[in-house]
């Protein structure tokens, strides 16, 4: 049976199912590469930008620009294995496909059902945000939607049980028709707008892109706008402001407060692999699609920092606690009016965009999974007039809208981020497996750099920054002794000749076991879960797993470091994907005990669905 679980599929049949240009799959193919760099912005600048941002700003202070820059680094290194994937596998079905082909069955299955997580579950917040700018834009024009019909039963709920101070809540849950002892309370613009771009998406391909690429084009001439106005009332003393201890920093929180901003911060970037399913509708797939997802990538990050820059430098970051619509809460401090309308017209938009892409993508995942047997047959059926996969775009529209009668915006964030950070592991760890090939004109040819030498000297300078930084003594020695041993690891070995083979796995080992010693510190208190002295988390009245979860994370990460630089002393392996693997599991530590709960309790029903159908059903089983 284990054997059976990891079963692969061979790239040739996934691409004469597919179809690469050779075969016909029944979709349209019309999109260039200029419309994949528009979807990718459309699904990346949405509700990220205009309503987590806050949050991070609030958690991280002015340093969370180091991790807008960390997670787009980490998304970079991804985005290079996603093209390489697209590359040699053009077809729908994004990062399941590619474990299909690389990790086997059970791990596509795993992938598959994250990324119903990222596209699904994450458009549920998206269409709550959405419900939240367009509430307020119709206040601003003077038409008041009923509180108890903008916003979700659950938010209401809560608002009342804990005594908040939100007005809008509080009046919703008091003003609201009841059916016997049941209010009624719904969101019902976020509905509304679900209902809509279910109906898009189900017309055509052709449509969709001309929609998306009007609202791209608007949106980020109205994003610049904001940062160009907002720079003009920049206070650069707002970027060091004074932390609870009265000391001026950066990070006034530490880079521990830095890392708690994770999951709003990776949900601004969450989107960008969304391209990849549109593959089958590419005219050029195996060129187009990486040249879209890294424009995209690239266009988005410059539009974080900026914002983050701009947010931070205007107001000071304690100021956005609980604040849902950032963007415009800097120009209602300062008064400027026409901004905030403009700033709720652009999010609207930008949310609309990002509604559209997702809810295109995840009915393109269920249509490849149903092709390989894995989902009922019913998933892959083509509407024949539309040319799109009607059953699972009508599906999607259910998932996300029947959610959001009864969710609200703080449980379906952390419960996306996490799902496909877990995703993105997996794809770069797929093409660590993928035979190097030669490089083919007119795709894309990832360059392939030998990380024998360069990733364990990497973990290794990490190691020994560690260790400098936590603990006492003379930080020159700690730091000349790990790079004269680094020095005669790259030189040694073309002295000894024969046995160099064997060199490279042993010195790693010997290297890095080393500088572990130097910052021993660090990683002692890693293993110290005695939590009762410290008053940091005291005052904040946390359990001993919320405590625990982040220090068994950095332990689990570390090991896998060490794992990886030996594993790739033998094997060879290329640095891009090392680095994707080495980024994507470093953010993965950021997460909380009920980020891994629901993720772990999701992944358990996806299982349970796997073994009850798609073991038996799948066509490899058949073979």
């Given at each position: 049976?284990?054997?059976?679980?990891?079963?692969?599929?061979?790239?040739?049949?996934?691409?004469?199912?597919?179809?690469?240009?050779?075969?016909?799959?029944?979709?349209?193919?019309?999109?260039?590469?200029?419309?994949?760099?528009?979807?990718?912005?459309?699904?990346?600048?949405?509700?990220?930008?205009?309503?987590?941002?806050?949050?991070?700003?609030?958690?991280?202070?002015?340093?969370?620009?180091?991790?807008?820059?960390?997670?787009?680094?980490?998304?970079?290194?991804?985005?290079?294995?996603?093209?390489?994937?697209?590359?040699?596998?053009?077809?729908?079905?994004?990062?399941?496909?590619?474990?299909?082909?690389?990790?086997?069955?059970?791990?596509?299955?795993?992938?598959?059902?994250?990324?119903?997580?990222?596209y699904s579950i994450g458009n549920i917040y998206v269409a709550f945000s959405w419900s939240d700018y367009f509430t307020s834009l119709m206040h601003r024009l003077h038409i008041h939607i009923p509180d108890y019909l903008a916003c979700s039963y659950l938010e209401a709920k809560k608002a009342v049980l804990n005594g908040s101070s939100n007005a809008e809540l509080i009046g919703a849950w008091n003003t609201a028709p009841m059916i016997g002892s049941l209010r009624i309370i719904l969101d019902l613009p976020a509905l509304i707008i679900n209902i809509f771009i279910t109906i898009l998406v189900y017309i055509g391909i052709k449509e969709s892109r001309n929609f998306s690429n009007a609202m791209v084009i608007l949106k980020l001439a109205v994003v610049a706008l904001v940062i160009i106005v907002g720079a003009a009332y920049i206070n650069t003393d707002n970027w060091f402001p004074a932390n609870d201890a009265g000391v001026q920093s950066f990070m006034p929180n530490g880079f521990g407060g830095v890392m708690a901003a994770v999951s709003g911060v990776f949900f601004a970037y969450i989107g960008f692999d969304a391209v990849s399913v549109l593959a089958e509708e590419s005219k050029n797939p195996q060129r187009d699609l990486p040249?879209?997802?890294?424009?995209?990538?690239?266009?988005?990050?410059?539009?974080?920092?900026?914002?983050?820059?701009?947010?931070?430098?205007?107001?000071?970051?304690?100021?956005?606690?609980?604040?849902?619509?950032?963007?415009?809460?800097?120009?209602?401090?300062?008064?400027?009016?026409?901004?905030?309308?403009?700033?709720?017209?652009?999010?609207?938009?930008?949310?609309?965009?990002?509604?559209?892409?997702?809810?295109?993508?995840?009915?393109?995942?269920?249509?490849?999974?149903?092709?390989?047997?894995?989902?009922?047959?019913?998933?892959?059926?083509?509407?024949?007039?539309?040319?799109?996969?009607?059953?699972?775009?009508?599906?999607?529209?259910?998932?996300?809208?029947?959610?959001?009668?009864?969710?609200?915006?703080?449980?379906?964030?952390?419960?996306?981020?996490?799902?496909?950070?877990?995703?993105?592991?997996?794809?770069?760890?797929?093409?660590?497996?993928?035979?190097?090939?030669?490089?083919?004109?007119?795709?894309?040819?990832?360059?392939?750099?030998?990380?024998?030498?360069?990733?364990?000297?990497?973990?290794?300078?990490?190691?020994?920054?560690?260790?400098?930084?936590?603990?006492?003594?003379?930080?020159?020695?700690?730091?000349?002794?790990?790079?004269?041993?680094?020095?005669?690891?790259?030189?040694?070995?073309?002295?000894?000749?024969?046995?160099?083979?064997?060199?490279?796995?042993?010195?790693?080992?010997?290297?890095?076991?080393?500088?572990?010693?130097?910052?021993?510190?660090?990683?002692?208190?890693?293993?110290?879960?005695?939590?009762?002295?410290?008053?940091?988390?005291?005052?904040?009245?946390?359990?001993?797993?919320?405590?625990?979860?982040?220090?068994?994370?950095?332990?689990?990460?570390?090991?896998?470091?060490?794992?990886?630089?030996?594993?790739?002393?033998?094997?060879?392996?290329?640095?891009?994907?090392?680095?994707?693997?080495?980024?994507?599991?470093?953010?993965?530590?950021?997460?909380?005990?009920?980020?891994?709960?629901?993720?772990?309790?999701?992944?358990?029903?996806?299982?349970?669905?796997?073994?009850?159908?798609?073991?038996?059903?799948?066509?490899?089983?058949?073979?």
């Amino acid at each position: 049976m284990a054997n059976s679980l990891f079963r692969t599929k061979k790239v040739d049949s996934i691409l004469a199912e597919g179809g690469d240009g050779e075969h016909a799959s029944g979709l349209k193919r019309v999109l260039t590469v200029k419309d994949l760099t528009f979807f990718g912005i459309a699904a990346i600048i949405g509700a990220g930008s205009f309503s987590s941002l806050g949050e991070a700003c609030f958690k991280g202070g002015p340093g969370v620009v180091i991790l807008f820059i960390i997670c787009g680094i980490a998304c970079g290194f991804t985005a290079f294995c996603y093209s390489e994937f697209a590359s040699r596998i053009p077809v729908a079905g994004s990062a399941y496909t590619y474990a299909y082909a690389s990790f086997g069955e059970l791990f596509a299955w795993i992938i598959g059902w994250a990324l119903v997580m990222e596209y699904s579950i994450g458009n549920i917040y998206v269409a709550f945000s959405w419900s939240d700018y367009f509430t307020s834009l119709m206040h601003r024009l003077h038409i008041h939607i009923p509180d108890y019909l903008a916003c979700s039963y659950l938010e209401a709920k809560k608002a009342v049980l804990n005594g908040s101070s939100n007005a809008e809540l509080i009046g919703a849950w008091n003003t609201a028709p009841m059916i016997g002892s049941l209010r009624i309370i719904l969101d019902l613009p976020a509905l509304i707008i679900n209902i809509f771009i279910t109906i898009l998406v189900y017309i055509g391909i052709k449509e969709s892109r001309n929609f998306s690429n009007a609202m791209v084009i608007l949106k980020l001439a109205v994003v610049a706008l904001v940062i160009i106005v907002g720079a003009a009332y920049i206070n650069t003393d707002n970027w060091f402001p004074a932390n609870d201890a009265g000391v001026q920093s950066f990070m006034p929180n530490g880079f521990g407060g830095v890392m708690a901003a994770v999951s709003g911060v990776f949900f601004a970037y969450i989107g960008f692999d969304a391209v990849s399913v549109l593959a089958e509708e590419s005219k050029n797939p195996q060129r187009d699609l990486p040249r879209g997802m890294s424009w995209s990538l690239i266009i988005c990050t410059g539009v974080y920092i900026l914002l983050a820059l701009v947010l931070t430098g205007v107001l000071n970051y304690r100021q956005f606690e609980g604040v849902g619509d950032p963007l415009a809460k800097i120009f209602e401090v300062k008064g400027v009016a026409w901004m905030q309308f403009l700033v709720a017209i652009c999010a609207v938009i930008a949310m609309t965009s990002v509604l559209l892409v997702f809810q295109m993508g995840q009915p393109r995942i269920w249509m490849s999974m149903s092709r390989d047997g894995l989902l009922p047959p019913v998933f892959q059926r083509i509407h024949h007039k539309f040319k799109t996969p009607s059953f699972a775009t009508i599906l999607t529209g259910l998932v996300v809208g029947i959610p959001i009668l009864f969710t609200d915006k703080s449980f379906v964030l952390d419960f996306t981020s996490i799902a496909t950070l877990f995703a993105f592991v997996l794809v770069c760890g797929g093409v660590l497996l993928l035979p190097r090939r030669e490089k083919t004109p007119g795709r894309f040819n990832m360059p392939f750099i030998n990380g024998q030498f360069i990733y364990p000297v990497i973990i290794t300078a990490a190691v020994t920054f560690i260790g400098i930084g936590t603990d006492s003594g003379n930080w020159l020695i700690k730091g000349l002794i790990p790079a004269i041993l680094v020095a005669i690891y790259i030189a040694l070995p073309a002295l000894i000749g024969s046995l160099r083979k064997w060199f490279y796995p042993i010195a790693t080992f010997i290297v890095l076991g080393i500088a572990y010693s130097f910052a021993w510190s660090y990683f002692n208190s890693l293993f110290n879960f005695d939590f009762s002295y410290d008053p940091a988390y005291i005052n904040h009245e946390m359990s001993f797993m919320d405590l625990a979860i982040p220090k068994i994370s950095l332990i689990i990460f570390w090991l896998t470091c060490l794992v990886l630089s030996v594993i790739t002393a033998f094997k060879k392996y290329s640095l891009i994907p090392l680095m994707g693997v080495t980024t994507c599991l470093y953010l993965l530590t950021g997460m909380t005990k009920s980020n891994w709960a629901w993720f772990l309790g999701w992944l358990a029903l996806g299982l349970v669905i796997y073994f009850t159908y798609g073991y038996k059903k799948s066509k490899l089983a058949k073979n």
